[in-house]
Nanobody, 131 residues
Framework: QLQLVESGGGLVQPGGSLRLSCALS????????IGWFRQAPGKGREGLSC????????NYVDFIKGRFTISRDNAKNTVYLQMHSLKFEDTATYYC????WGPGGSTCYGLESDSETFETWGQGTQVTVSS
């Protein structure tokens, strides 16, 4: 059974950086499109970025382009979200999620707030941007 575990969250000052990790167990990362999402208190879920199962395609929502980067390390079975220039409004619980494609999947989608594309979710990691 696939499990996802996020880590790397914490308290950071505005303008700072964090790298979130999403470690997979129970299957290999190259079978899945992986997405990153977040949810702030009192707000709905926001899709941020995804990477295809073959690793060749990444997608980002507009408001994080240029600040966040998604990447993958097959050897570690882990997907990362590198975040730079963090702002107060980036404070949220960040989640990763997996959508099964099998190897060779060349696209990823499902970042809409009401998307049901991703079948398996992690427990989340808290990011707090505060001075």
């Amino acid at each position: 059974q696939l499990q996802l575990v996020e880590s790397g969250g914490g308290l950071v000052q505005p303008g700072g950086s964090l790298r979130l990790s999403c470690a997979l167990s129970g299957n290999t990362v190259d079978n899945y499109s992986i997405g990153w999402f977040r949810q702030a208190p009192g707000k709905g879920r926001e899709g941020l970025s995804c990477i295809s199962s073959n690793g060749a395609t990444t997608n980002y929502v507009d408001f994080i382009k240029g600040r966040f980067t998604i990447s993958r390390d097959n050897a570690k079975n882990t997907v990362y979200l590198q975040m730079h220039s963090l702002k107060f409004e980036d404070t949220a619980t960040y989640y990763c999620a997996a959508d099964y494609w099998g190897p060779g999947g060349s696209t990823c989608y499902g970042l809409e707030s009401d998307s049901e594309t991703f079948e398996t979710w992690g427990q989340g990691t808290q990011v707090t941007v505060s001075s």
